[in-house]
């Protein structure tokens, strides 16, 4: 390979409250034309291994010229110049935070928690602090045995920031080990969400089949895609309607992708009320919805979106849990509004 220069690595703090990155950019000339890009990435930087490169595509923080990186495998194109944004590393100890929180159920093993809507689960760039497993530490750090020899909670699965509802955590290494095995094979494992989508879906109760993966053009979004994504399903019942304008659903997961149920919901035409992402523009549905109803609705500030229930087995006694929590006020306020056909 010929020298590959590296003509700028900068240091930008421009988004609020995130660690600098620091960004590379690197000309591709006719000796490295036909490589893999994380291959040449990798070599020309010199400091990252081609996996972090690959993590850095998938999470589109990678561009040639003007348009986001798809695939670790694309050949590199001569005359290119490629850039490559990588955020500094979180710090590996969290600190703990007096935050509340709603707790069902904590033994020695593992916490069962009420998440609420704007709290996210765990540090990165963006989200230092003020988050769950801050709020884990400070809640039960003298009784948390340790994950990975450290003084932590153990997240084997997530929620959306704005997503609420029931959440498991571990607190010792065994429970995390159990519980980790039990969400990746999905066995004797319960998860129930309601939703408020736009529209009633035809038939009312059914089954989204269909792979998930990166947007092609969009890296920070999810999207339903013929390539590189994940097989997905998720069974869907609607439990109540108003009109067309909108139904109230409760979505089981078979698979968990990042952004399953949002993603297909809005992949069969019904995405959630409020979501930022998968929401673009204003349903056609909405206009048959009294004025004040539409506009609280249109207004949501996050997807109406809530995991009511979870049922798994005890990591150490085996016993099968199951807890449900209670739609958060906000949540709770929509669905009133539309039973008082918002007048």
Not at 11 to 27: R, Y
Not at 54 to 81: M, Y
Not at 277 to 292: C, D, F, I, N, W
């Amino acid at each position: 390979m010929t020298d590959t220069r590296i003509l700028s690595a900068r240091t930008d703090t421009s988004e609020a409250n995130q660690l600098p990155a620091e960004t590379f950019t690197l000309p591709a000339g006719p000796a490295e034309a036909g490589q893999r890009v994380d291959r040449f990435l990798a070599a020309a930087i010199g400091t990252l291994s081609r996996s972090r490169v690959k993590a850095l595509i998938e999470t589109g923080r990678v561009w040639r010229d003007a348009a986001p990186v798809a695939d670790p495998s694309e050949t590199v194109r001569a005359g290119a110049t490629y850039r490559v944004e990588v955020p500094q590393a979180v710090p590996a100890t969290p600190v703990a935070q007096d935050i509340p929180l709603t707790i069902l159920f904590e033994d020695k093993h593992l916490i069962v928690l009420d998440k609420p809507a704007g709290l996210v689960v765990h540090p990165a760039p963006g989200n230092q602090d003020g988050t769950l497993v801050n709020a884990l530490l400070a809640h039960a750090g003298d009784d948390l045995a340790g994950i990975g020899g450290e003084k932590r909670p153990g997240i084997v699965h997530r929620l959306d920031k704005d997503t609420s509802g029931v959440m498991v955590v571990a607190k010792t290494e065994r429970a995390h080990q159990a519980l980790s095995a039990t969400f990746a094979s999905r066995e004797a494992l319960e998860r129930s969400y309601l939703a408020l989508a736009w529209g009633v879906p035809s038939p009312p109760r059914g089954e989204i089949s269909a792979a998930i993966g990166r947007h092609p053009t969009d890296r920070k979004r999810m999207a339903v895609v013929t390539r590189n994504g994940k097989d997905a399903l998720t069974r869907y019942g609607t439990e109540r309607a108003w009109g067309t304008a909108c139904a109230l659903l409760r979505c089981r997961l078979a698979t968990g992708r990042t952004h399953q149920i949002r993603v297909h919901l809005a992949h069969i035409g019904h995405p959630i009320v409020g979501d930022p992402v998968y929401l673009k523009r204003m349903p056609a549905s909405a206009r048959s919805l009294p004025t004040l109803a539409r506009d609280a609705l249109l207004a949501f500030p996050r997807q109406a979106l809530h995991a009511e229930s979870l049922g798994f087995p005890h990591p150490v006694t085996g016993e099968i849990l199951r807890f449900t929590a209670p739609l958060p006020e906000d949540f709770r306020m929509l669905l009133g509004l539309l039973d008082g056909n918002g007048r």
